[in-house]
T-cell receptor
Framework: DVKVTQSSRYLVKRTGEKVFLECVQD?????MFWYRQDPGLGLRLIYF???????EKGDIPEGYSVSREKKERFSLILESASTNQTSMYLC?????????????FGSGTQLSVL | AQSVTQPDIHITVSEGASLELRCNYS??????LFWYVQSPGQGLQLLLK??????LVQGIKGFEAEFKRSQSSFNLRKPSVHWSDAAEYFC????????????FGTGTRLTVIP
């Protein structure tokens, strides 16, 4: 089974802190994604990467950055956390091509910014 | 740009009853269509997908969905619901340009009563 592991299930941070959310996948997938999930808004794409060292902005990149130094690891960075970044963050991975439409998700990180 | 509407925020059904979850999409061309399920505390899992061809698609866990172009709909159905089906269900529409152009609906939460 494909496994996408997010380092923390729950995280509490203070306003202004730098926050790292880590995601590791074990199936050699090229594609990786970061979404945030908010009630009533569904999932919104923050950043994605189709290759190591490649990163592209999604629909809501403001206030976030990402790092992909290795194929299996995709990190989301909140440079200066704010209360409006309190949310559930979901990492996903997929194969390239038409296989890329099946996203494999991690269990999520519930981030609270106080 | 594409969009997805799931008009039902919350549905309650009795165990053994049939289920239909509604999904309407907006997209200028023939879309890729998906249903994902999120069990409590878990990430999303792909239930089924439609790319082309037969408009009735079968998925995992006994689910099926029918693509109706004239109605811009992709409703999810199951003939007999089990208690383990209680979860949140997300419809998604993809533009053929890539998996980063996958837009999720706001979700329908399913409660199953004994």
């Amino acid at each position: 089974d494909v496994k996408v592991t997010q380092s923390s299930r729950y995280l509490v941070k203070r306003t202004g802190e730098k926050v790292f959310l880590e995601c590791v996948q074990d199936m050699d997938h090229e594609n990786m994604f970061w979404y945030r999930q908010d009630p009533g808004l569904g999932l919104r794409l923050i950043y994605f990467s189709y290759d190591v060292k490649m990163k592209e902005k999604g629909d809501i990149p403001e206030g976030y950055s990402v790092s992909r130094e290795k194929k299996e690891r995709f990190s989301l960075i909140l440079e200066s956390a704010s209360t409006n970044q309190t949310s559930m963050y979901l990492c996903a991975s997929s194969l390239p091509g038409t296989g890329g439409w099946e996203l494999f998700f991690g269990s999520g990180t519930q981030l609270s910014v106080l | 740009a594409q969009s997805v509407t799931q008009p039902d925020i919350h549905i309650t059904v009795s165990e053994g009853a049939s289920l239909e979850l509604r999904c309407n999409y907006s997209y200028g061309a023939t879309p890729y269509l998906f249903w994902y399920v999120q069990s409590p505390g878990q990430g999303l899992q792909l239930l089924l997908k439609y790319f082309s061809g037969d408009t009735l698609v079968q998925g995992i866990k006994g689910f099926e969905a029918e693509f109706k172009r004239s109605q811009s709909s992709f409703n999810l159905r199951k003939p007999s619901v089990h208690w383990s089906d209680a979860a949140e269900y997300f419809c998604a529409v993809g533009a053929r340009t890539g998996a980063n152009n996958l837009f999720f609906g706001t979700g329908t939460r399913l409660t199953v009563i004994p």
